[in-house]
């Protein structure tokens, strides 16, 4: 990526797995324009309220594939965050049909010892970043967020969605009963995970070994069990997605390196800010700003005499 290529701020990459996914994040674009990347196609496009252009991806589905593209796009772009949006399965009986979790710590839960009779968990972790933690859980609470979902219909309960933060549980399997050796080894294991899904490990994964800040935002379409079929005919996953894409959005437009922001002094009070300057000749200079930040920046030493100094 040339130096300026996206401005001063660095663009936010959004990653999805699902064509429907990826639509439901496109209507939010504005003039998305394709850009190809080795052989990977993304959409480079701007969103209402986010300084920062917005770059979009249809990784497919699983860790792998995932954590290949989310690679390129560091590379690529330089990304100050990639947030990945999609739909998952609730393990939770208050995590319902249209709700949308972030996710809080990935688990990758298929590592494991089997031995007889037992099957011993050896999993990988990685916790969320502390700051998109908190950019998301301000940027989602009331009802503010919820006027950038899209107008799609599902069936099934209307209910509003609610947000919740949990960890997730990422592997290659695809979880539709009850009664299962994979049901039983989360409840066993990773009780406090909140959804099941196929991608956020190899988010994770990759975000961590490059140094780049990942989230994941899921819309929950179905409750892992047997209806998880009937769940998807009604509509489910366009609608999950929608919500997913909306929070998503939101959270990015809430990002500190994506909005203006005024003055410390200003923006607390509505007048310009006060700054009181300090010299001290040997050791620099003190930039004090009243009720808001201090600056000091420092000038080099010097033994040369200045004017009126003996």
Known sequence: MSEDEFGSVGPVVVLTALSLEYEAVRAHLR??????????????????GVACPVILAEAGA????????????????????????????????????????????????????????????????????????????????????RQRIANVRSGGDQHLPEVHFKPIASGEGVLSSLDSGLRELLHRHYNDAGAIEMESAGLAAAGSLGGVQTLTVRGISDCADSGKEAADAAGSQPAAA???????????AALPDTVQTRPVAEAVTGAPKAVQV?????QGTVNAVQHGNLTITQTPWSNEPRPGRQ
Request: charged share 20%; hydrophobic share 45%.
């Open 31 to 48: 003039s998305p324009r394709r850009l190809v990347h080795e052989n990977t196609c993304f959409e480079v496009g701007t969103v209402s």
């Open 62 to 145: 699983g860790n792998r594939p995932t954590a290949y593209v989310t690679e390129q796009a560091r590379v690529r772009f330089t990304p100050s965050a990639i947030v990945f949006v999609g739909v998952a399965g609730s393990l939770k009986a208050d995590i319902r049909v249209g709700d949308v979790l972030v996710g809080t710590k990935i688990y990758a839960y298929d590592g494991a010892k089997h031995v007889d009779g037992a099957v011993l968990a050896r999993p990988e972790s990685w916790p969320a970043p502390h700051g998109l933690l908190q950019t998301a859980r301000h940027a989602l609470r009331g009802d503010v967020w």
């Open 242 to 252: 929608a919500h997913a894409a909306a929070a998503a959005i939101e959270i990015i």
């Open 278 to 282: 300090n010299t001290a000749h040997d």
